[in-house]
């Protein structure tokens, strides 16, 4: 009796998990082909000028901004994330009140809303260090948005790591350091690439913490002024997607720039993936 009562509750439960797969498929592909639908008949040479103008509301400036803007917010976050995922995996003894702190500190920044972080960092680095309405001031804020998600899956990824793979490195002879860098952050590079995937998403469709630190000027970084790039204002493709959408003038290039975002996310992922196997497969 048990066994035939457990069947339709399996049967149950499976079909409910593929129908939750399928409407999430679906929903996947009715937005990104709405999206390109709407957007990809207004993709015209004009939008790639190199400089903004009201006439052909340039989305080049912001693209480069946006490169601009991820590059540094990793440069400044990943090995901080990282280097503190493997202090708390590899050195740190188990139950050190120090985990603790770190674990409640990371959950609690991971929950703060992003238009918090935008008014600390339109207090803190544009106000009080004075760097003004820059990429330096948006990137350090979007720093310390993304560490916390970086440093978490650095740590799912190292703990993911067999025990067996440490414990054959120390019988061979080999020291902490050097098993930490020679055998286990490679094995745990896939995981710790898809946390940094994760990472770039975050601070490519993000618009309320830049609006309040890099600005919404519509030029490339550093054209204005020569030698000063970091401290140049900038908007990414986020931001320039919500300015155009806000004024309600420009609606149909605002869903171009949604497209060429949506690409710019997917040949982020297909490299990433690509950097992972290739990382991978040199380490076996």
Not at 91 to 107: M, P
Not at 123 to 151: K, Q
Not at 217 to 225: D, E, H, M, S
Not at 246 to 258: D, K, L, V
Request: charge should be positive.
């Amino acid at each position: 009796m048990k066994i035939t009562s457990k069947k339709p509750l399996d049967l149950c439960l499976a079909l409910l998990v593929r129908g939750a797969a399928a409407i999430t498929c679906l929903v996947l592909v009715f937005l990104v082909g709405y999206i390109f639908v709407k957007g990809v008949p207004y993709l015209k040479p004009s939008l790639f000028s190199l400089t903004y103008t009201s006439e052909n509301v340039s989305i080049f400036p912001a693209f480069i901004t946006t490169l601009m803007m991820t590059f540094l917010s990793l440069l400044i976050a990943v090995p901080l994330g990282v280097f503190t995922g493997i202090y708390l995996v590899e050195y740190a003894k188990r139950g050190n009140k120090i985990i603790g702190l770190v674990s409640i500190t990371t959950e609690t920044l991971a929950g703060i809303p992003s238009i918090v972080y935008g008014l600390f960092g339109l207090l803190f680095f544009v106000t009080y260090l004075e760097w003004g309405f820059s990429l330096l001031a948006g990137a350090f804020t979007l720093a310390i948005m993304i560490l916390p998600l970086i440093m978490r899956t650095t740590e799912e990824a190292l703990k993911a790591v067999p025990d067996s793979f440490r414990e054959g490195a120390f019988g061979l002879g080999a020291g902490r350091l050097r098993t930490v860098f020679k055998i286990v952050l490679p094995a745990a590079i896939p995981g710790i690439l898809a946390g940094v995937i994760l990472a770039i998403g975050r601070i490519v469709g993000e618009t309320a913490a830049l609006i309040y630190t890099a600005g919404t000027v519509a030029q490339i970084p550093g054209l204005a002024k020569e030698g000063s790039v970091v401290f140049d204002s900038g908007r990414t493709l986020a931001v320039h997607m919500y300015a155009l959408s806000s004024e309600g003038f420009y609606i149909n290039e605002a869903y171009a720039t949604a497209v060429i975002l949506l690409g710019l996310v997917i040949g982020i992922n297909i490299l990433s993936a690509f950097i992972a196997k290739r990382l991978v497969g040199g380490s076996n």
